[in-house]
């Protein structure tokens, strides 16, 4: 059975992304496509399966056990390392985190993590030893994992930081997130000054302008990639 194509105006649809996000999401590889004449068409079973990710061993027992486990953020539990190993993960982090002014972290699907939790700020910081912020936090990164769409945004998680995830492929499954957060929501007139760190509802958060925001957002996807990149060559011939 010949294998159907979608339009791109059909992934847009799908993804919930403007047509420039589609386009050049297939220009650098983040979209199965391919280009036919002038224009791309996308195979509609990889985008389904980009829509429903899974990754080997999962083991949803965690949703029950994370307020209770022994890993905590600061020493992670890995359930995805054999995938993305943790040294890898962090190191990538380590280089880009500090620049964007974002705490940082790579997780499996199941929003489990697998590397440090790198350049947390102070609201994060403190409670890393925290099981119950640990749990909180697994289930927030879950349900951004969960969602069909594949272009970062800034949305709010539990404890009212903003968080934005890129997607990790490994050939044409999706492995893992990379999780941006600790940015204070609303504008920085409102907040102090760009970059800086204030105090809102207790918590110390990052503090970004729009630009900056966007910035990371643009920057997201790069760092997913360049982790889907090393995965290959990590993989044992």
């Not at 294998?3 to 420039?20: G, I, P, R, Y």
């Amino acid at each position: 059975m010949a294998t159907q194509l979608l339009t791109a105006q059909q992934v847009q649809d799908l993804l919930d992304v403007d047509a420039s996000t589609v386009y050049r999401m297939a220009g650098d590889g983040r979209l199965p496509a391919v280009r036919i004449g002038r224009q791309w068409r996308f195979p509609e079973e990889a985008i389904e399966e980009l829509l429903t990710p899974r990754i080997a061993g999962s083991n949803r027992a965690w949703e029950n056990a994370a307020s209770a486990t022994e890993p905590t953020i600061s020493s992670p539990y890995q359930p995805g390392s054999e995938v993305v190993p943790a040294g890898l993960a962090t190191a990538v982090l380590e280089a880009v985190a500090h620049g964007l002014g974002v705490t940082m972290v790579v997780t499996d699907l199941d929003g489990r993590p697998i590397s440090e939790v790198v350049n947390p700020a102070p609201a994060i910081s403190r409670r890393l030893d925290d099981p119950d912020f640990l749990a909180a936090c697994t289930a927030d990164w879950r349900e951004f994992g969960s969602e069909a769409h594949l272009a970062p945004r800034w949305q709010p998680d539990r404890h009212g930081l903003l968080c934005a995830h890129s997607l990790v492929r490994s050939g044409p499954s999706l492995v893992a997130m990379v999780m941006a957060g600790g940015v204070a929501p609303g504008a920085p007139a409102d907040l102090g000054a760009p970059g800086d760190l204030n105090d809102f509802d207790d918590p110390q958060a990052f503090i970004l302008d729009a630009d900056r925001r966007q910035v990371v957002l643009d920057t997201l996807p790069r760092i997913a990639a360049l982790l889907s990149l090393l995965v290959v060559a990590e993989k044992p011939a």
